[in-house]
């Protein structure tokens, strides 16, 4: 059984950065397309990033040119370089894993593995 876990998550000041972790067990990272979102208080979650089994990357308006996602793949493990950071960036993050067309990139509801998050907070 597939298993996604991150870490990474934590208190930052305002301007400053953090990289989030998304680790796999049971399976590669290499076989999935991996996904950040992250949730605010009473909203649904909004896609962050991506990066597909080709290594290409994509990233919502927000967050372009501040958040980097990448992968190593020998490691299964994606990573959410995160710099800039603001406090309408404090949510909690998750990482998910699937084989979305790119279309539909930016659906949560096509990933069908999911970590169980991570909080980021960004305040002075």
């Known amino acids: 059984q597939v298993q996604l876990v991150e870490s990474g998550g934590g208190l930052v000041q305002p301007g400053g950065s953090l990289r989030l972790v998304c680790s796999a067990s049971?399976?590669?990272?290499?076989?999935?397309?991996v996904a950040w979102f992250r949730q605010f208080p009473g909203k649904e979650r909004e896609f962050v990033g991506a990066?597909?089994?080709?290594?290409?990357?994509h990233y919502s308006d927000s967050v372009k040119g501040r958040f980097t996602v990448s992968r190593d793949n020998a490691k299964s493990t994606v990573y959410l370089q995160m710099s800039t950071l603001k406090p309408d960036d404090t949510a909690i993050y998750f990482c998910?894993?699937?084989?979305?067309?790119?279309?539909?990139?930016?659906?949560?509801?096509?990933?069908?593995?999911w970590g169980q998050g991570t909080q980021v907070t960004v305040s002075s």
């Open positions: 049971g399976d590669s990272l290499r076989n999935y397309g």
């Open positions: 990066t597909r089994q080709t290594g290409t990357t």
């Open positions: 998910a894993a699937g084989h979305p067309i790119l279309s539909a990139l930016r659906d949560p509801q096509m990933y069908r593995l």
